[in-house]
Nanobody, 124 residues
Framework: QVDLVESGGGLVQAGGSLRLSCAASGRTFNSRYSVAWFRQPPGKEREFVAIVPSDGGRTDYADSVKGRFTISRNDAKNTVYLQMNSLRPEDTAVYYC????????????????WGQGTQVTVSS
């Protein structure tokens, strides 16, 4: 069992930045886990944002956040980060961290472990 806890959300003006953290506990959050960020805007489906694959695989991003968001991991700290720059009102959502062992893709149905989410609100 892996417990994930997100933090770092909040209210920010358009053009601002936030850094989200996803801290894992329960098992060692090592490189064998693929970790992704998803988000769920108000009234919409949960959508993929970014992934850092297991075993040093290349990161990937949704087109809507490419060039603005950066995902990174620090396995020694059992933490994955999402640096969000140049935020836009359409980035407003609850952001979720998800993890699973091995190589998984960008579908939310592939992930076994989920955090409770952190709210990000971007004002115009």
């Amino acid at each position: 069992q892996v417990d994930l806890v997100e933090s770092g959300g909040g209210l920010v003006q358009a053009g601002g930045s936030l850094r989200l953290s996803c801290a894992a506990s329960g098992r060692t959050f090592n490189s064998r886990y693929s970790v992704a960020w998803f988000r769920q805007p108000p009234g919409k489906e949960r959508e993929f944002v970014a992934i850092v694959p297991s075993d040093g695989g290349r990161t990937d991003y949704a087109d809507s956040v490419k060039g603005r968001f950066t995902i990174s991991r620090n396995d020694a700290k059992n933490t994955v980060y999402l640096q969000m720059n140049s935020l836009r009102p359409e980035d407003t959502a609850v952001y979720y961290c998800a993890a699973s062992t091995g190589f998984v893709g960008i579908s939310r149905y592939e992930y076994l472990y989920w955090g409770q989410g952190t709210q990000v609100t971007v004002s115009s």
